[in-house]
């Protein structure tokens, strides 16, 4: 039975004024005989001071629902009142009641008041549903308020689930969409069940969208929560609130980020059919350059590894001795496998500047940045356009990416005025025509400058040898433990990235080997000092052996989040040994990304081991002499 079903507005009463619980039970009992549901009025009150006798119906959080089955009741039914300045109803909690509800059930009605009791008390524990009753101008209001709320109740029972509606929904994605993307969604998740608001977490990770959000559950929900540090598909939030912030503060944050969207502190966001355009200002400059740059780079990556592992194949498939002058092609096989690499690797520095265009201006800068990436890639000078003059490489193609973006949107502004009726034209025609045109002259200005600074970076590098490039490894290495992902971490991953395309391959060895220290050193350190560990951790410490060896950094972050100060200190000096060792030993690496299982197609694999050991054994005494022994109940 519907509780509006037994609700006569009859018996509602708003806005009313009472200064005792007894006088509030008079009232609602009144409402009740309004209805015509009670026979004896003496008899039903003293069943309702039988049943508060045994303890209050005052549940807390602001309600009381009075309760009786008695022979005086001849139909079940529902009395309800809101209290203007509340009243002292000797509630559980000691709060002041503004919402009542008082049910009648007949002796012969079998349960039906404890079934309205408990389909009552899980609609009232939403405070927003409890706001709006109180809020609720007139009877009509009131009852098509429960009416909306108990259908949507009625709809996820009818299902046996609860993700036929969820008030708060989440979209995560990080750069990599290896880790960050799915600690968001899991810590968000997890929030919302214990603040008791079903949540949702679509994940944008490196295998593509998982568990991805319907068109009903945004329409039903309160709000969205971005945690992204790259763009996601935006058009079917149009209307609704959503929260856009970095995806470290999904999992950081996530119950102040819940909260936000239950208390409507969030702005509505408006998509304008061909860009983003978010109300929301909190997201700074900086943090908006780092999202368009890690878009590209997340779309870059799976050309740069896929590519990068079939060279390494190549190379580790041929032999050297038919012709070292053509090592990598001398057998049908190796040549075929190089051949391939080649081909998705030089996509790299287009893929990059073309995602960087369509993070920061949707579907109409893809074209462009991609084509200003191929002019960068290519060193074209207006002396020379076929290009080969100079080496624009990484950095051109990503100050190409960034000027496409903002090209497309300047020429969003400048055709603007234009008849709606020619809205068609600008996305396939005057947009890819004009904007591919510029781009390619700027970049094509540019790229002797970039070249120069390109030229000048690759020779100080390649000039280095001994104390000073090991210090470029110590550096480098280090940075991918200083916030386990984050912007820093992200920072010196995309440094060797960039170096990859310049064929300097070592600087990516000592990144991988830094990036894999933190969960590798904590996990060590569970197994072989475990009394400075509770349980749990000693069990986490265990999959962080895996993570660390496939170069998952992040596995350190629950870690480091509970005891800063110790684990990420340890966690660097662990990464500057292996980095450090890893430049010394003059490994090298095409692949930025795999860990242990491209261990073959690495050059130097034995000594590049023995550098992860040393800093995975450095990294676990440093931080197990900082922490201290547990007590023996904790461990």
């Known amino acids: 039975m519907k509780i509006t079903e037994l609700l006569d507005i009859r018996s509602i009463a708003l806005n009313v004024s009472v200064s005792s619980k007894l006088e509030t039970i008079d009232t609602l009992i009144d409402l009740m005989d309004a209805s015509g549901k009670i026979t004896n009025v003496k008899d039903y009150k003293e ?21 009786a089955q008695v022979a005086a009741v001849k139909k079940p039914g529902l009395a309800a009142m809101t209290i203007k300045n509340g009243v002292d109803y000797e509630s559980l909690d000691g709060q002041p009641v503004y919402l009542c509800f008082m049910i009648a059930a007949p002796v012969d009605g079998g349960n039906i008041h404890l079934q309205a009791l408990a389909k009552l008390s899980t609609l009232l524990m939403d405070e927003s549903f409890r706001q709006k009753l109180i809020d609720a101008k007139t009877p009509r209001e009131f009852l098509d308020i429960i009416d909306k709320q108990e259908a949507l109740k009625d709809a996820q029972e009818k299902n046996g689930k ?9 979209v995560t994605a990080c750069p990599t969409g290896i880790a960050h993307t799915f600690m968001a969604a899991e810590n968000l998740t997890k929030a919302g069940e214990e603040m008791g608001y079903p949540l949702k977490a679509e994940t944008n990770g490196a295998d593509g969208a998982q568990n991805i959000l319907t068109q009903s559950e945004i329409d039903a929900s309160d709000g969205i929560i971005i945690a992204a540090d790259k763009n996601v598909e ?49 997201e700074g400059v900086g943090h908006s350059i780092y999202k368009h740059l890690m878009n590209g780079v997340s779309h870059m990556l799976p050309f740069v590894i896929g590519g990068g592992i079939l060279i390494a194949l190549a190379f580790l498939f041929d032999d050297y001795s038919i012709n070292p002058a053509n090592f990598g092609k001398n057998t049908p096989l190796a040549a075929y496998l190089k051949t391939i690499g080649e081909q998705a690797f030089g996509l790299m520095l287009p893929i990059l500047a073309g995602y960087i265009a369509m993070s920061i201006a949707d579907r109409p800068g893809l074209a462009v940045g991609f084509i200003g990436g191929i002019v960068a890639k290519m060193g074209c000078t207006f002396a020379n356009p076929a290009g080969g003059d100079v080496n624009a490489g990484f950095l051109g193609a990503l100050l190409a990416g960034f000027l496409g973006g903002y090209l497309v949107l300047g020429l969003k502004k400048v055709f603007s005025h234009l008849p709606k009726s020619l809205d068609g034209i600008k996305p396939i025609l005057i947009y890819p025509v004009l904007g591919i045109l510029i781009v390619s002259v700027l970049t094509t200005f540019i790229n002797p400058f970039v070249g120069a600074i390109n030229t000048g970076l690759s020779n100080m590098l390649n000039s280095m040898g001994g104390t ?38 070592e600087i990516m060895a000592a990144v991988m080997a830094g990036g894999m220290i933190p969960p590798l050193a904590i996990a060590l350190s569970t197994t072989l000092f475990k009394n400075r560990w509770t349980k749990d951790e000693q069990n986490s410490g265990l999959v962080n052996y895996v993570m660390g060896l496939a170069f998952i950094s992040e596995g350190a972050i629950p870690f480091a989040a509970k005891d800063p100060l110790r684990v990420i200190p340890s966690c660097i000096a662990g990464s500057a040994v292996a980095g450090g060792l890893s430049m010394f030993f003059g490994c090298s690496l095409r692949a930025p990304h795999g860990g242990i299982f491209v261990l073959p197609t690495i050059g130097n694999p034995l000594m590049y081991a023995l550098a992860i050991i040393a800093g995975m054994i450095v990294g676990c005494m ?14």
């Open 47 to 67: 069943g309702i001071l039988k049943r508060e006798s045994l303890s209050t119906t005052g549940i807390g959080e602001g309600i009381a629902i009075p309760h």
């Open 622 to 635: 440093v931080l197990s002499m900082l922490k201290k022994p547990l007590k023996e109940e904790n461990c």
């Open 162 to 170: 609860m993700n036929n509606f969820y008030r708060v929904l989440a």
């Open 234 to 282: 935006m058009s079917r939030f149009d209307g609704k609130p959503v929260l856009s912030v970095s995806v470290t503060q999904g999992i950081q944050k996530p119950k102040e980020l819940i909260q936000k969207i239950i208390d409507h502190q969030v702005p509505i966001y408006h998509h304008d059919g061909e860009e983003m355009v978010e109300n929301s200002t909190s």
């Open 468 to 505: 000073s490039k090991v210090l470029l490894g110590i550096v480098v290495a280090g940075m991918q433990s200083t916030d386990m992902g984050g912007p820093i971490n992200k920072a010196s991953y995309v440094f060797a990235t960039s170096q990859l395309a310049e064929g300097n391959f």
